[in-house]
Structures are given as structure tokens and as C-alpha cells.
């Protein structure tokens, strides 16, 4: 699959690692070189913001899409290539699959883990088929890898795990796995 566009997941917050903005921004910095288009939730705090500012900064393009109620909230990105203003968490979900090729989750909350989980459904029910990249920037995942473990160990996936997510240490093994 040729991958022009990536989705990316993460917090709206910063988190309590160095490494997870030194990660967010070393993944932007390589979106943009690789001429990817970033496709993420608009924001301009926590590692979103890192991500994004990282992206621009060298260059590349960036996709922000926003819901109504989270443009104070999350501080909408004044300064993207492109920004969209959507009514709900629904349409945002739906728009940032629609228009990547595969998504990466790096650290991050609640969000995080329900958009997440809802591509990894998605794939499941054959909705869409993109390759989703984790991430596990300092062992934050590790936790979650061993549950995925063993939901498949226990026969609740339709197929095995590493078919549709790959969990990556840092973003140099991430963009290799992508290529």
C-alpha cells in the first residue's frame, strides 16, 4: 500500500516523559521529510501540538480537524495548511480514517485509547483495512501489548495481532516498518 497520508493519535497533553515530546517531535520532523501529510485532531497543546509545530517547522503539511465543542478546549492550531471545523467526535473519528493511509498512536489519554480502539474495530469489521503503528515510546504500551496478547491468547481476535498493529520503540523503526 502506498502511504501518502498519515493519521496520528496522541494526547492533548504533554505527559510526564521527556521522551514523549522528544518522540512527537523527531515523528513530525520525519512525516514532513518523507513528504507524508499529517492528519490529526487540530489541536495546539500536549504532544499534538509538539507533532504538528514539528511537521510545519520542516516543511511538510498538516491536516487538522476539529470538533465545535474542543476548539477552546484542545486550543485550535492557528497556523496549519489546512483546518476543518466539524459538529461532533463522530465526524472527526470518520474524517481523520477517510483521509489517511495508516494511523500511529503515540502517548496519550482517554482519546487516545478510544480512537485507538475504534480503528482497530473498524479494521476488524473490515470497515477500512489501514495498518495502525504504535508508538511505545519508553515502554508507555507495554501494558496494553501484554492485554492484546492476551486477548488473542485467549481467542477473542479474528486474526493475529500483528496483521493490522505494529508496535514500534521509536520513529526511526516506525517509518522503517511503514517503507
Not at 520532523?29 to 501540538?49: E, F, H
Not at 498512536?105 to 474495530?121: A, K, S, Y
Amino acid at each position: 500500500m502506498n502511504i501518502r497520508s498519515v493519521a496520528v493519535f496522541c494526547g492533548s497533553q504533554k505527559g510526564n516523559n521527556p521522551l514523549f515530546e522528544q518522540h512527537a517531535r523527531e515523528l513530525g520532523k520525519l512525516i514532513a521529510l518523507l513528504k507524508l501529510k499529517l492528519i490529526y485532531g487540530g489541536g495546539s497543546k500536549g504532544l499534538m501540538g509538539i507533532l504538528a509545530d514539528a511537521v510545519l517547522s520542516n516543511g511538510g503539511k498538516v491536516m487538522g480537524i476539529i470538533p465545535e465543542m474542543l476548539i477552546e478546549w484542545e486550543f485550535q492550531h492557528k497556523g496549519l495548511t489546512e483546518l476543518s471545523v466539524v459538529p461532533d467526535m463522530h465526524t472527526r473519528k470518520r474524517m481523520l480514517y477517510e483521509r489517511s493511509d495508516a494511523a500511529i498512536i503515540l502517548p496519550g489519554g482517554f482519546g487516545t485509547m478510544d480512537e485507538l480502539f475504534e480503528m482497530v474495530t473498524w479494521n476488524q469489521l473490515k470497515i477500512h483495512d489501514k495498518k495502525i503503528y504504535i508508538l511505545n515510546s519508553g515502554g508507555f504500551y507495554n501494558h496494553l501489548l501484554k492485554h492484546l496478547r492476551q486477548l488473542q491468547k485467549e481467542g477473542f481476535l479474528y486474526e493475529p495481532l500483528d496483521e493490522r498493529i505494529s508496535f514500534c520503540e521509536n520513529p526511526i523503526e516506525l517509518f522503517n516498518k511503514i517503507n
